[in-house]
């Protein structure tokens, strides 16, 4: 009787040995790349708001204070997403007419909170805290990129347990004067061109990408205020912290 | 059967040609009918067990580990007990293909076969309860160390990782030592059948096996070389699997003596459930003139040795207990003695220690009924064994306020049973789809009997060159 398979079907059996030698290296990197994928991770896509908020129109055209509407970041563990009544404060003035801004009227008459769809998030099993990062003066762009930018909110970074770890580890690359958290906002406003000049790098780095690589003087300064605010490096990334 | 058969030193009985070799073993596999009402038995029953599994499986992912019956004090329970029960199974076909073959031992060829792929089933038997026992066996990746988004790499000083290593390269190794020892008779079932899905099967899986003597030279290297990676892994998989108790402080588990003590009590394990197979098997399918009597009386003398070994294990905790002047190691062997478990540690010393002793006649291990008997002793001193070990030593740790009594629920009897059934289950279905014994070992073997001029010289042909008595199914008989 014939063979079922030809000799070029050798092909096929040596193919397969090497499919096995190299697939789960293949796997391993597909699982990295989805894993890290924004598909995955939700970071730059913006999510359905109720009302197109624009951050780079109010932060960046108006100036209004990040603290005006997310009053509670400084003290609290949440920043907050701000009611109603203080959109309403401007809104109930200009642009009464605009038909973007309908949901937020209703929002006002009917007493009932608009839902605005939350873009960041941790899942419930990690405990943070606003405060105690912005006490320690890290701007929120490094964790929520250039806010300021943004036409719609979108997530600036994955939280991915590796990022927060990176800085727990190493606080010095990162933390410093929390009196400049919100100044940089302010130099970096539209029309402000002279102060936005003469922005140190490592603010204008923040500003824009949220991202700086500090160099050897600025680490120095950087270990200052790690003894400055006492941070027990040893303790800041172990489990607890985080997973309570 | 005639309980006590008659020994002989050849390691093929009956008379034989290669053809007559092939024929029997391939026939198995090719003549769908061969398979009488025990082999349907075993296999029914295996697969409502396998069910019934899926059933406490599903259950256990629904609600949590929280239905078996560990709790606090006893973290550990049956899932562990059988996990180490099963790893132990496995040794005997690893020792058999690559101990035995380093050491030139030609009676482990009709045998080493399924062996090897109890050894396999036995894995996957044992693998599946520290994967369930996780709680999340779908993060099960997590045990390795890969970049990942987590900053995250396993514990490299915990033992249970160094488990994960040991058991993953174990599957590994035997698994391919299998499939490379099934090359050439895959090959052979593929020339031989007349269906043809079983022609495209066997032909698939004998990737493309002609029997050339290249073919032949390259598989020699391999296999060896195989055989030598396996070598080690029959001594390091059971030494780290009791370092999960050794590495620990806790008096009963804190013991140097345990790494060989439980190599030894794994091998005497895997031939009790070696023979446990072969005997029934052996008469099923005749296969009386390859696993020879000679065969049996082998495995019994193994199991006496390991046996002795496992008991000396047992007399050195006791007295070492006592030497040590530690009250709390005094404590946990009074405890074990006569403890609330005290029951369990006098069956094992019955199973382990006493019935084993019998083997020291040659008329009971050439009894197979007596022997089946001491195997299953010896299966049950064996899970035994890890009960005392692990039930004891947390049900009575240092605060006695804290003290317990593990009751296993009946998930973790579902458990156990139902990997008995997967075992099962694997294992006739292996015999019924791929040769159960090694077909050209086996020839080889006749060969060489011959080439001695054994008295066995009615192969028809006259002694041919060793590669053709190799050859998968051409050349000698076309």
Redesign the interface.
Not at chain 1, 160 to 163: L, Y
Not at chain 2, 146 to 152: D, Q
């Given at each position: 009787?014939a063979?079922?398979?030809h000799?070029r079907?050798?092909v096929l059996?040596k193919l397969?040995?090497i499919l096995l030698a190299t697939g789960p290296v293949l796997l391993?990197l597909i699982g990295?790349g989805v894993?890290?994928a924004s598909h995955n991770t939700k970071a730059g896509i913006a999510a359905d708001q109720p009302v197109p908020f624009s951050h780079e129109h109010h932060v960046s055209e108006l100036g209004i204070d990040c603290r005006y509407c997310h009053s509670n970041v400084e003290t609290s563990a949440h920043a907050t997403v701000p009611p109603t009544e203080t959109c309403m404060s401007c809104h109930s003035q200009i642009w009464t007419n605009s038909p973007l801004l309908e949901p937020i009227r209703q929002s006002y008459k009917t007493n009932t909170p608009v839902t605005w769809a939350q873009v960041n998030k941790v899942p419930e099993f990690v405990y943070f805290n606003h405060s105690i990062h912005i006490k320690r003066g890290l701007n929120c762009n490094i964790c929520h990129g250039s806010v300021q930018q943004m036409q719609l909110a979108y997530k600036g970074k994955?939280f991915?347990?590796?990022?927060c770890?990176?800085c727990h580890r190493n606080p010095e690359k990162y933390v410093g004067d929390p009196d400049k958290v919100f100044s940089i906002y302010e130099k970096g406003q539209k029309g402000q061109d002279r102060e936005y000049a003469n922005m140190p790098a490592e603010e204008r780095d923040i500003l824009n990408v949220g991202e700086h690589t500090r160099s050897p003087e600025e680490l120095a300064k950087g270990e200052e205020w790690v003894k400055k605010f006492n941070i027990k490096k040893k303790q800041l990334a172990d489990c607890w912290i985080c997973h309570r | 059967m005639s309980a006590r058969e008659k020994l002989n030193d050849d390691l093929i009985l009956g008379k034989h040609t290669y053809r007559s070799i092939n024929d029997k073993v391939n026939n198995v596999v090719l003549n769908q009918n061969s398979h009488t009402i025990p082999w349907a038995v075993c296999f029914m029953v295996g697969f409502m067990l396998l069910q019934l599994m899926g059933l406490v499986i599903l259950w256990l992912l629904y609600r949590g580990i929280g239905i078996w019956g560990v709790n606090n004090p006893s973290m550990w329970g049956w899932d562990i007990i059988n996990f180490v029960w099963w790893i132990g199974i496995g040794h005997a076909g690893t020792l058999i293909s690559a101990i035995l073959l380093l050491l030139k031992q030609s009676w482990r060829n009709s045998i080493n076969r399924f062996a090897e792929a109890m050894t396999l089933f036995a894995v996957a038997c044992a693998g599946l309860f520290p994967l369930l026992h996780t709680g999340r066996p779908y993060m099960a990746y997590w045990m390795f160390p890969?970049?990942?988004?987590?900053?995250?790499t396993p514990n490299f000083r915990s033992p249970l990782l160094w488990d994960v290593f040991a058991i993953s390269t174990y599957a590994t190794v035997s698994a391919v030592f299998w499939f490379l020892g099934l090359i050439p008779d895959v090959a052979s079932l593929?020339d031989r059948s007349?269906n043809?899905i079983f022609?495209?099967i066997f032909?698939?899986l004998a990737?493309?096996w002609r029997g050339a003597s290249s073919h032949w030279q390259r598989y020699e290297s391999a296999y060896i070389m195989l055989a030598g990676l396996s070598t080690p892994l029959v001594l390091s998989v059971h030494s780290i699997v009791s370092f999960d108790f050794a590495v620990s402080n806790l008096p009963g588990w804190h013991v140097t003596l345990f790494p060989p003590y439980f190599v030894a009590g794994a091998v005497y394990a895997g031939f009790a459930m070696v023979l446990t197979l072969a005997i029934p098997v052996r008469a099923w399918y005749n296969m009386k003139d390859f696993i020879t009597m000679r065969h049996i009386d082998w495995m019994a003398k193994v199991m006496l040795a390991t046996g002795l070994i496992v008991f000396y294990g047992y007399l050195c905790e006791g007295f070492f207990s006592w030497y040590s002047g530690n009250v709390f190691e005094r404590d946990m062997m009074r405890f074990r003695m006569f403890g609330p478990y005290g029951w369990a540690y006098w069956m094992l010393i019955l199973c382990n220690g006493v019935v084993p002793q019998f083997l020291w006649f040659p008329k009971i291990r050439t009894n197979l009924v007596a022997l089946f008997v001491i195997c299953q002793f010896v299966s049950l001193g064996m899970w035994l064994e890890r009960f005392v070990i692990i039930t004891v030593s947390l049900t009575r740790d240092f605060l006695p306020s804290s003290w317990g009594y593990f009751t296993p629920t009946i998930y973790d009897i579902g458990m156990f049973v139902g990997t008995v059934g997967q075992f099962t289950f694997l294992m006739f279905g292996f015999l019924r789809v791929l040769p159960m014994i090694n077909n050209f070992e086996m020839k080889e073997l006749l060969y060489r009997m011959i080439g001695r001029g054994h008295g066995h010289g009615h192969a028809a042909h006259a002694p041919e060159p060793a590669l053709a008595g190799h050859a998968a199914g051409d050349g000698e008989e076309h």
């Open positions: 009787m063979q079922v398979f000799p079907a050798n059996a397969s040995l391993l990295t894993s890290r994955p991915f347990m590796v990022w770890l990176n | 890969y970049p990942n988004v987590l900053a995250m593929r007349k043809p022609r495209t032909g698939a990737m493309g």
